[in-house]
């Protein structure tokens, strides 16, 4: 299994970027895809999920509204939009999955807020 995130860098609070995630190394339309984020000196946290099919999408309170996770099943690719950036979105953002019991994460993206 091979998770590998692109799209983070910096961006002025009201701005937009879009994360993805490239998967391979596993039946990818079969499982559930996660996004998480670590800020420094913080615990790594949950963001978003979307279901195998992309039907269903759950969020973290602080980016409802403002994030949407996404998926293609063809390019096993899982994208998240993030728009109305603030600082406190500042974290590396990473793509994560269990399978088989095991979870598996990327390296991560960096993406910072600030003016």
């Known amino acids: 299994v091979q998770l590998v995130e692109s799209g983070g860098g910096l961006v002025q609070p009201g701005g937009s970027l879009r994360l993805s995630c490239a998967a391979s190394?596993?039946?990818?339309?079969?499982?559930?895809m996660r996004w998480y984020r670590q800020a420094p000196g913080k615990e790594r946290e949950f963001v978003a999920r979307i279901s195998s099919t992309g039907g269903s999408t759950d969020y973290a309170d602080s980016v409802k509204g403002r994030f949407t996770i996404s998926r293609d099943n063809v390019k096993n690719t899982v994208i998240l939009q993030m728009n109305s950036l603030k600082p406190e979105d500042t974290a590396v953002y990473f793509c994560q999955t269990v399978v088989i019991a095991t979870q598996y994460w990327g390296q991560g993206t960096q993406v910072t807020v600030s003016s």
């Open positions: 190394g596993f039946t990818f339309r079969g499982y559930m």
